[in-house]
């Protein structure tokens, strides 16, 4: 592989935007520097970035690529290929899979998968159940990215509900826990009710009154509570309600930590006025709410009570979204847009470049401790993004490259976009063309 130098894009990296130059050789950034300052080798390649913006690659703690057993909806390959697309260079999925990821040898599994498919850097979650204590115990800290538990206090294999079993957990984790947090009964007790009012075929605007803001609340803070009490590394995922955001505090910096959030996109984007037109395409677990908790999640971000922005990548064929809603899954694919749909927030100003570049590239990769990742430093990884700030694009069904074909965003024109995406030095996304060889690495950890 050939050195190449990229020139004169406004960088942002660590909280700062400067136009420099990057020098990138092999798989790693071999020198920053301002523009015209680097020392080139002969025969070194140069692109002229002027006018475009660079950022770390983009790291996803928070996807479900669907492979192994449901790969109708997607698999690695194809949502790897949108996720590249969309300026992603690493990716977490989740252990809810066919068969579910709670063992060590489910988990080697899927790091196949990963490294004959993915054109991307992957780790996989270890999912938490009332009896994997100890295949939990023995994963391989440098290697799998954390422990996904679903708080639903309920019964089921992947909800952990008992007590001791959870406390457990708590106090023994050695590598981050990602919860879920939305209480089962509570949701339950509320399906029953609109159940009886509209039968099966219940009004999708119903969706955040039965997934209801009590449910994430009853949840999330006996997550909190458990997590002060034995001290454990805990991420809050995909928080949904301002009633949440005084579990957390904006006191400390992400190195110091101990209880993280995330956000997703589409609770940033979406509130409940767009059920009405969107309907089941923006039905996600958890449901999205009000323009208060949308408000609310947009702020805690800006004022760093909450730490990561991720996707929630969860395809589904249409088929199965169209129907009524006791029959159809929640969540959407997102991965080939939440950069782009962060950039226009950034347009809107109510995001800086900064700032979304600490939430989507910096955080997931302090919070994780992934080995020299998420940053434009001399020693790291190549993993960049360039992105045009001034090329407005539609979203339609010929440009979307989800294995299930739609997106919730379609018909939307967005005023940015990706245009080269660099993986481990590869350039594997050039204006719209995808190297459909390239495959990632498996993420490491410092732990
Ligand atoms: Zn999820």
């Not at 007790?189 to 009886?196: A, G, H, V």
Request: contains cysteine; glycine residues 6%; hydrophobic residues 40%.
């Amino acid at each position: 592989m050939s050195d190449i130098l990229i020139q004169n894009p406004l960088i942002i990296n660590e909280g700062i935007s400067f136009r420099g130059d990057v020098l990138v050789s092999d798989e790693i950034i071999s020198a920053v520097a301002l523009p015209g300052q680097i020392e080139v080798p002969e025969k070194t390649g140069k692109l002229d970035a002027s006018g475009l913006i660079l950022i770390p690659g983009v790291i996803d703690d928070h996807v479900h690529f669907r492979e192994p057993g449901l790969s109708h909806k997607g698999d690695i390959f194809t949502e790897t290929r949108a996720a590249v697309a969309g300026g992603i260079t690493s990716f977490m999925d989740m252990p809810n899979t066919v068969p579910q990821t709670i063992s060590n040898r489910d988990l080697e599994h899927k790091f196949r998968i990963g490294s004959e498919k993915s054109l991307i850097n992957y780790s996989f979650y270890i999912g938490a159940t009332e009896n994997n204590l100890d295949e939990i115990m023995n994963t391989d800290p440098a290697r799998v990215c954390g422990i996904k538990l679903f708080m639903g206090a309920s019964t089921g294999n992947m909800l952990v509900s008992n007590e001791n079993s959870l406390r457990e957990l708590f106090k023994k984790a050695l590598i981050p826990l990602a919860v879920h947090c939305e209480d089962e009964t509570t949701i339950r007790r509320n399906t029953e009710s609109f159940r009886k009012k509209y039968g099966d075929d219940i009004p999708m605007a119903m969706h955040p009154l039965i997934r209801s803001r009590d449910a994430c609340f009853k949840s999330s803070s006996l997550a909190v509570r458990l997590a002060r009490e034995y001290n454990t590394r805990l991420h809050v995922l995909h928080l949904s309600t301002a009633d949440e955001m005084k579990l957390f505090s904006s006191g400390k910096t992400i190195e110091e930590k101990r209880i993280t959030g995330e956000a997703c996109v589409h609770h940033l984007w979406f509130d409940d006025s767009d059920y009405e037109k969107l309907g089941s395409k923006i039905r996600w677990n958890p449901a999205i709410k009000t323009i208060f908790d949308r408000k609310a999640l947009t702020e805690a971000l800006n004022s760093d009570v909450i730490d990561v922005i991720g996707t929630d990548h969860a395809p589904h064929t249409l088929e199965e979204k169209s129907g009524v809603y006791l029959e159809s899954p929640s969540g959407a694919p997102m991965v080939q847009h939440s950069l782009t749909a962060m950039l226009e927030l950034w347009h809107r100003k109510i995001f800086s470049l900064e700032k979304i570049v600490e939430k989507m590239c910096h955080n997931p990769a302090v919070l994780f401790n992934i080995s020299k990742r998420g940053f434009i430093r001399e020693g790291y990884k190549a993993d960049l993004v360039l992105i045009d700030p001034d090329h407005e694009w539609m979203v339609s069904e010929n440009n979307i490259l989800y294995k299930c074909g739609w997106s919730p965003f379609e018909g939307l024109a967005f005023r940015s976009k990706v245009v080269k995406t660099f993986v481990n030095g590869n350039l594997v996304y050039n204006y719209g063309e995808i190297n459909n060889d390239h495959r990632g690495r498996a993420l490491s950890f410092d732990r």
